[in-house]
């Protein structure tokens, strides 16, 4: 796959790589193979309970009418309700919900956080809808999957595409039509409405944590750290401005655009991020630049993938140099590229650990719209580092205990916490 850009790849070229579903059904069966849960239950989770379509109808600007498809799947439910993002990008398919949904319900596993696993989406450009136009879209969005979602049955937060802005919207509507604010509705919220402080840059910062806590186990001193970041959104900028905080060198940075590079370490901070100014990571006066396929190869020792899915795959794993790849994006590795990547004794910490951060935090901000009480930022920034550390510590058990990859351990993680609970409540009825 030669590509520039990100967003420019056509439907042949995913027709290439597996769908998230089919990495997501692969993964849960490798790690089925190392736990002793039930086989029914088992099959249960290769199952979603539910998938919801719908079509949303959007009067555009002018004055014509579209009708957008969108979806909820809602994987499982048996540790609390289900809970995971809204995505709007064009590539949304229900089997992707699907697959999404199940990587949601093993990260919330593997943090321990009461909740199940739910994606959801609409099949739409937001590039190409004004900012009305996608109020609009959100609030009949909502409206249309109302009785679906709910503070105690399915909470949504932002993912590819959506933000704070269209959680408050979405928010308005569900509260509207309720009758009663209703803030534990969504998470990922503006603070001002009930968002936790310290939302928006937690999956940055448990990418950081997380590539922090790597780099010390594989004997790698963060001062002496080389790091390259594709990706710089919400989860690349934050996760790189850390680790550039804590004293790494991030030698590259990029987006659609290309890569700035610097082998004596980007200004991370000077870098204007995707929500400071869309698509400028080339406005940066860096001595070089790269494309994003080059980004992929640089000898660094730790890699963050923070884009999008599948771009590490079968036809460039090989070129991989760096030492630690520590997945900021979801599903950003094919399971081809994970094999290749194993057998040459590169480590890659997953999505489902490295990015939990942002569904840790939403789990706070759920607590504090319950209670009706917010948090100081102080104490985001804590209780977040000791539930990392926490997780981290879990997943490191299993793989030096099971000498698995550091994704099987993962899942053999939040596996265990699954099927335990689903083993205990039983098959209803
Ligand atoms: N969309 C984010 C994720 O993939 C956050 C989900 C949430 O906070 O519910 O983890």
Redesign the pocket.
Known sequence: MATNTLDDRDADDYSETESALETALRQLSAAATQVDVDDGVIERLKHPTRVVEVGVPLKRDDGSVEVYTGYRAQHDDVRGPY?????FHPDVTAEECVG?SM??TW?CAVMDLP?GG??GGVVVNPKDLSTEEKERLTRRFAEEIRDTIGPKQD??????GTDAQTMAWFMDAYSMQEGETTPGVV??KPPVIGGSKG?EEA?GRSVAIIAREALEYYDTDIGEATVAVQGFGSVGANAARLLDDWGADVVAVSDVNGAAYDTSGLDTHAVPSHEEEPEAVMSYDAPNTLTNEEVLELDVDVLIPAAIGNVLTADNADDVQANIVVEGA?GPTTSAADTILEERGIPVIP?ILA??G??????FEWLQDINRRQWPLERVHEELESMMLSAWDDVRAEVEARDVSWRDAAYVVALERVGEAKSSRGLWP
């Open positions: 809970k995971g993002g809204l995505r999404l990587w949601m990260k909740f739910a994606k909470i949504p937060a932002p993912d590819m998470t990922g939302r999956p979801n999505d990015n939990a942002g569904v840790t935090v939403s789990y």
